[in-house]
């Protein structure tokens, strides 16, 4: 196997999926709250979102912080580790926009 591809197949294992890269974008403008992410993303389902961001906590992406209010406070935030997926998603985002342009 070509080492470039086992690459990309290690970044897709731990970014990919329908929403782990939508929540990586807006964890990159800040701390965000679960009902936050949600108004944000409302075709993802509660569990769907739930599992992302657990899966994004497992693999030391995204920080889960508990507040110890009544009701629950938690919020999530990009780990130091997660940061480093800035350029990546920026980059991610400029072929977005020129591929919903048009212009291939």
Wanted: with cysteine; proline share 7%.
């Amino acid at each position: 196997m070509n080492p470039a591809e086992c690459s990309v197949r290690a970044a897709l294992n731990i970014i990919g999926g329908k929403w782990k890269p939508v929540i990586i974008y807006y964890l990159m403008e800040g701390t965000r709250r679960f009902g936050e992410l949600r108004k944000e993303m409302p075709d993802a389902t509660q569990k769907m979102l739930t599992q992302q961001l657990r899966e994004l906590e497992r693999d030391g992406i995204v920080a889960r912080k508990v507040h110890q209010v009544v009701p629950p406070k938690v919020e999530y935030s990009l780990t130091p580790y997660g940061r480093t997926l800035r350029p990546v998603m920026r980059e991610l985002c400029k072929w977005g926009e020129k591929h919903m342009a048009g212009k291939r």
